[in-house]
Nanobody
Framework: LVQVVESGGGSVQAGESLRLSCTAS????????MGWFRQAPGKMREGIAY????????YFADSVRGRFSLSRGVAENTLYLQMNSLKPEDTAMYYC????????????????????WGQGTQVTVSA
């Protein structure tokens, strides 16, 4: 069983920063592509970033490019999403995903691109 757990969400003011963490674990899981999605109330889930297993390939959606960055932890299948200059429109539930179903991933990211998902962590940005 693969488990994906996100943490680090919270409530901040516009312009502030947050760092989300994601850890994936499972007996058969090796280093894999990992991604972040978000879903605001009443909106579709949006794929905002991913990083390849070797870290050489990274993608950011236009909505977050230049403000968000990705890094992998020392442990395999640990991923961080650094979010800077947060805006009220970044308010959403943020989901981590892994277990890519195809490669290369061609943006825009789709939910079907990943097998395993976390439960999400809430990010709220107030003006």
């Amino acid at each position: 069983l693969v488990q994906v757990v996100e943490s680090g969400g919270g409530s901040v003011q516009a312009g502030e920063s947050l760092r989300l963490s994601c850890t994936a674990s499972g007996a058969t899981l090796t280093a894999d592509t990992m991604g972040w999605f978000r879903q605001a109330p009443g909106k579709m889930r949006e794929g905002i970033a991913y990083i390849s297993a070797d870290g050489d390939t990274r993608y950011f959606a236009d909505s977050v490019r230049g403000r968000f960055s990705l890094s992998r932890g020392v442990a395999e299948n640990t991923l961080y999403l650094q979010m800077n200059s947060l805006k009220p429109e970044d308010t959403a539930m943020y989901y981590c995903a892994t277990g890519s179903t195809r490669w290369p991933l061609i943006p825009p990211l789709r939910e079907g691109d990943f097998r395993y998902w976390g439960q999400g962590t809430q990010v709220t940005v107030s003006a």
